[in-house]
Structure formats: C-alpha cells, structure tokens
C-alpha cells in the first residue's frame, strides 16, 4: 500500500465575516486574501488565486490551461459564467488525423503537441476581471502576489513535490522534457526547496500591462507556435489571435430545496446534474453515508449520469445538445449501461473523439469535451424572487469532478456535515477502464472493508482501501457557505446568516482563510 502521506490530522471550518478564500495552497490563499483586503471582490481574488496557482501549482494548471467563470451577483442575485476553454487549431481537422495515420483506436498519445489547443486561462482572467470585477484594483494589480512568489520564489509544498516529480517523470517516460525554468539542476524540485521561475513572473507582468494582448500576440503567442510546430502540432499565430472567451448562461437543477448551478457544455457540468437527479430518487440518508448500499446507488447513478454526458457534452457551437430534455430526463425506471470514454489529460484535445459519429469528434476550431467545472449554490427561487448564494465550490480533478461535486454536496445536505468534514470524508471515485472494458469502483481508505466486500458480491470490481499520494485520483475539493444552512436546525426558506463557513481538502497542501 501507498502509505507515505498520512491522513491523521483534524481541522476545524474557518469561520469568518469579511471576506474569506479556500484554495489548494497556503501561499495561494494569502494572496487571495490580500486581495480581498484591499478592496477587491470576489472576482478578483479568485483571479488572484489562480494565477498564484499557477506560480505554486505548475503541475496542476498555469497560464498555458483553461478556466471557467460562475460569478453571483449580490446586488442582482443573477448569476452569469464566463467559458474561457481553449479550441483546437483550425488545421485539426479529422482528415488531417487520419492522414497521419490515427484514428478513433489509435489516437494520438496523450502528450502529443496535436493534442494542445489554444489555451484560455488568460483571456478568461483578464474578462472575468472586466466584467465582474471590483474595478478598484487593475489586473496588473490583482496579479502582483503571483508575480511576486514567481520572482523572489516559493517554497515547494509537499503534496505538490510529489506531483511535480510524478508528470516529469511521465513526460520523460512519454520522450518529452520540460523546460528548464521547471526544474532545478534539470529535476523537479523537492518539498521546501525555494523556486523561482523568472520567465513566468515576466509574461504575468506583460499580462498584468497590457492584457490579453500580450497572450495571444506577439512574444509569448510566437513562443508558443514555435515550440508546438517543433513538435509536430499545426497551431497558428491566427489560432492564437482569434481566441475569445464566451459569456454563458449556467444551468442548474434543483435537490433538497436547492439548487446547483454549473456551466453549460463543453464542460462537464451537466454530468453533475443528473448525477443529483437521478439520486433524488433513492433514500440516501437512511441508506446511512458510506454504506454499501449508499455507495452501490451512487455508483449506478454515476454511470448513468457519465454515459449521458459522453454522448451528448460538446461545443455546442458545432452541434446542438438538447439541454432541457436531458435535465428533465425520468431515471426513475433505468439501468446502468457501459460507455467506453476516452482517455483525457492536460491537453484538453485529448479529450476529443475520432469517431466522426460522435457529438464530440474533433474539428479545427472546437472545443473539446471539458472536465472543469465550478459549482455554485443558492436557494430555489421562484420568477418573482431573489436568488441567494449559499455556497462556493468545486472539487478538481478530471472526472472524478461531477462525483465529488455531489459527494460533498451530498454530505453536507443528506448527512448534515460542515464544509471540511464534507470535505475530510472518504470518497468514491468511479471509472471506466479502457483496457478491461469494464468500471471500476476505488474506495479510499476509510471507508469498512466489509461494504468493501459486499460490493464486490454485487458485482463491482472493486479497488480497496486507497492510500497515501494515490488518493489524489479523489480530487481536492474546497468550499466557502454563507451560513450554517446545512444544519438540520436551520429553517432552509431563510438564510439570516453572514457568517462564512470553509473548508479546504486534507488531500492537497492548501487552507481556506478569512478576516
């Protein structure tokens, strides 16, 4: 067993008044909260955080990703999103593929430099700052703490150590070496050894200037087709400059007396949605949380809900996807079926299709099937009502996100947790394996043996107890609630509270904060 990273300790929720930011590293979170202390809101913390992350979490995300936005408006109780994912170049077409002789069985590897797609993360920075911003800080401004860990360094923090080591590793395995402002004496760095990276520092400030033109144009766009067509990808400088992010609308569905939004397709957020429509129909809370039945239910639910979802999310500007249909869909009376998806990874055009029979084949200029998604939480109001936000979060990781999305949800609505027990609770991770052709079901340590093994009479192929760094494939989730609404004692038609409640995932090596 994978025992080199415990799980011993306990945290309390943060609870607070003014202002308060949860995100997977501590450094992050301080600069967020600066942010939030000198004026800015919640958008340009968020945007703040991020690019911190950037900085701190190099293996997790950074300015060559994507991003997504949900912003809730407390003067309007609207809320708007902001699709800043990345499409692929113009040239990646099908036929191209399958003159290079790939296809639906044969796609290109994973770390292919065909499949990197324009990527968003900066665009969707400077918009989210535009449109949702406080306007009291500029961007430049608001990316000054990132710039700062970048140019004076940071210490390495030890879950992020290990991941750092894992993706070169991999990359190396995969024939592809990372750019040596990544590692230190050509190896990544080790936990609490001091990092700089100069060059990311100078292309935040360009950033920071000039917005996105300092992306999407000149040195940095140059830069990045240089070293893409080196490798064989076919992004232009055009694919580059014609990137734009998308205002959409989110969708949402109702469970319990709330509602979850998230945002529409390309992204996965569908996925969440009729993951909690289908399970609305089984009585979680007396099954008891964790049990086997609880957990047999969630993991027929979740099959249900990801076949679905590989059918029909894609870029809805090239094919049309039948929304309101789908989230009204009756589960009541259906079984699970197998769905064979495809492999995914950083290069989001991995997460393309070569089947030209699929809503998500790839296409020049698509967006492909997307596994990031934010969450909102407000009540459920009528027309002539005010929405109200009650919770913030998300829980990252690939497809593991639409599951943890419900499982901490799930935790705090059925079983009346706080936002980091939700969150310090055992999960259960569901998957497809390519090469058995069959689900798994990963149980993390925590969670009995015997449901364990009573699963396994049901049929499931079970992987059990996971431990240590491996836990990372659970995702690490983080949560901010206003008001304790979870509690049982609470009337849920009023939210009278202003205290801020959070919590941030033991699996990571971050914090929530707040003032």
């Not at 290109?108 to 449109?131: H, Y």
């Not at 911003?133 to 923090?157: D, I, T, W």
């Not at 909102?376 to 913030?392: G, I, P, R, V």
């Not at 799930?410 to 090469?435: H, I, T, W």
Request: aromatic share 6%; proline share 5%.
């Amino acid at each position: 067993m994978d025992t080199d990273l415990s799980f011993s300790s306990r945290r309390s929720p943060v609870v607070c008044l003014h202002g308060c930011v949860a995100s997977s590293q501590t450094l992050a979170s301080a600069v967020g909260l600066d942010v939030l202390k000198r004026g800015g809101n919640a958008a340009d913390a968020a945007v703040a955080v991020a690019a911190a992350l950037a900085v701190t979490e190099p293996c997790s995300t950074g300015l060559g990703g994507d991003a997504f936005c949900l912003f809730f408006n407390s003067s309007t109780g609207e809320i708007k999103g902001i699709n800043g994912s990345g499409r692929s170049p113009k040239g990646l077409t099908l036929e191209y593929l399958k003159g290079r002789m790939y296809s639906a069985n044969d796609p290109p590897p994973v770390f292919d430099a065909l499949n990197v797609t324009v990527p968003g993360a900066p665009a969707c920075w400077c918009d989210t700052i535009e449109m949702f911003g406080s306007h009291k800080l500029a961007l430049q401004e608001v990316l000054n703490g990132a710039v700062e860990l970048a140019e004076v360094g940071f210490p390495v923090a030890e879950v992020t150590a290990h991941h750092w080591k894992q993706w070169v590793g991999k990359l190396r395995d995969a024939g592809r070496e990372l750019d040596g402002a990544l590692l230190i004496d050509n190896e990544p760095p080790k936990h609490g050894q001091l990092f700089r990276n100069p060059a990311l520092a100078q292309t935040l400030k360009e950033l920071g200037q000039h917005g996105k033109a300092a992306f999407y144009q000149g040195r940095v766009a140059q830069a990045i087709t240089d070293i893409i067509i080196q490798h064989g990808g076919v992004m232009t400088l055009d694919d580059l400059r014609s990137h734009d992010s998308d205002v959409v609308t989110p969708i949402s569905t109702k469970y319990k007396g709330v509602c979850l939004w998230e945002c529409p397709p390309n992204s996965q957020g569908l996925a969440a949605l009729l993951l909690l429509n289908i399970l609305e129909n089984f009585p979680l809370k007396a099954s008891g949380h964790n049990s086997a039945d609880y957990i047999h239910i969630f993991v027929e639910a979740v099959r249900l809900a990801l076949t679905d979802a590989h059918s029909f999310v894609c870029d809805p500007d090239h094919v049309a996807i039948p929304l309101e249909s789908l989230l009204k869909k009756d589960f009541s009376s259906q079984r699970a079926q197998l769905i064979n998806m495809n492999r995914y990874s950083s290069n989001r055009g991995a997460n393309f299709s070569l089947d030209h029979n699929s809503r998500n084949c790839v296409a020049g200029g698509k967006r492909p099937y997307h596994t990031i998604i934010p969450a909102l939480l407000t009540n459920c109001a009528t027309k002539s009502e005010k929405l109200q936000l009650l919770a913030s979060l998300g829980v990252m990781g690939g497809m593991m996100q639409p599951q943890g999305h419900v499982q901490v949800l799930c935790n705090m609505l059925e079983f009346g947790m706080n936002p980091q027990q939700a969150l310090d609770s055992p999960r259960v991770y569901v998957e497809y394996d390519l090469k058995e052709k069959q689900w798994s079901v990963n149980l993390e340590e925590g969670i009995q043996q015997e449901v364990a093994e009573t699963l396994r009479k049901c049929g499931h192929k079970v992987n059990w107890p996971v431990t240590g760094h491996k836990r990372s494939q659970f995702g690490r989730g983080q949560i901010i609630t206003v008001g304790d609404w979870w509690n049982s004692s609470v009337n849920h038609n009023d939210y009278p509270s202003k205290v801020l409640w959070a919590g941030s995932d033991p699996r990571s090596d971050g914090c929530a904060m707040g003032f």
